[in-house]
């Protein structure tokens, strides 16, 4: 029996009629009709003989139901509240076998130091994330908070994350470290891991700063004693 693409459980079966050797051997291929030809001193039983089977389910990988999510965007200097991964990811997520998001695994952190610092808060404040890799990813769970924490002064689109939706077949996401998912078969298949990445960005969006002097006093040019009319100095060139 060869199952149909994604299906499993128990197919309709086969009903059969035993045949003895009396006659010689069987050629296969059509056969007469046994409507009232079986039992007696026919080849054929007279009765049925029933072929069932299962198709046993294994896990299919989540599916990535879009390439990218957004953080909603902050104002420059902001401390941002943050937001959950499955708030995140939930709509990017996908899984034919109706399991649910678990969590997500980042593999790629492109952000700089200049731009500012992707946090997450799995219950005991907010962290930094670690370096991380393909090879040695980071696990969220669903309810973790994920937020970006922009350098002071800056503004524009920040390198974002990628990331590899997880879904809950093998039970709970415990937030650390994850398995190396570079390898062949790590990922997709089988595995509680999507194959394809899914990108998380956002952006700072400007706001003023107010001037700052770069001296404490300037000073207007000396005039003569009893001058009538000096030539004074715009505000700009003070």
Do not use: C
Request: cysteine-free; hydrophobic content about 45%.
């Amino acid at each position: 029996f060869l199952p149909a693409s994604d299906w499993n459980g128990a197919p309709g079966g086969l009903s059969a009629r035993l045949i003895d050797n009396s006659a010689g051997t069987v050629t296969s291929g059509a056969g007469p009709d046994l409507t009232s030809a079986t039992g007696g001193t026919t080849a054929y039983s007279a009765a049925a003989v029933s072929l069932t089977t299962s198709v046993t389910p294994t896990n299919d990988a989540p599916t990535a139901a879009a390439a990218s999510v957004a953080l909603a965007p902050m104002t420059e200097d902001a401390t941002p509240a943050g937001a959950t991964v499955a708030s995140l990811f939930g709509a990017a997520f996908s899984d034919i076998d109706g399991d649910a998001l678990a969590g997500v695994a980042v593999t790629a952190n492109a952000a700089t130091a200049a731009q500012g610092r992707w946090q997450y808060d799995a219950g005991s404040g907010w962290t930094d994330l670690p370096a991380v890799a393909l090879t040695t990813p980071f696990l969220l769970k669903g309810t973790d908070q994920l937020r970006f924490l922009p350098a002071a002064d800056w503004n524009g689109t920040p390198g974002g994350l990628s990331v590899r939706l997880i879904d809950n077949s093998a039970g709970a996401v415990t937030s650390g470290a994850g398995p190396d998912l570079s390898g062949a078969g790590a990922t997709g298949g089988a595995t509680v891991y999507s194959a394809a990445a899914v990108a998380l960005t956002t952006a700072v969006t400007a706001v003023n700063d107010a001037p700052t002097p770069t001296a404490a006093s300037v000073t207007l040019a000396p005039v003569a004693e009893d001058a009538t009319s000096p030539a004074g100095a715009t505000v700009a060139a003070l």
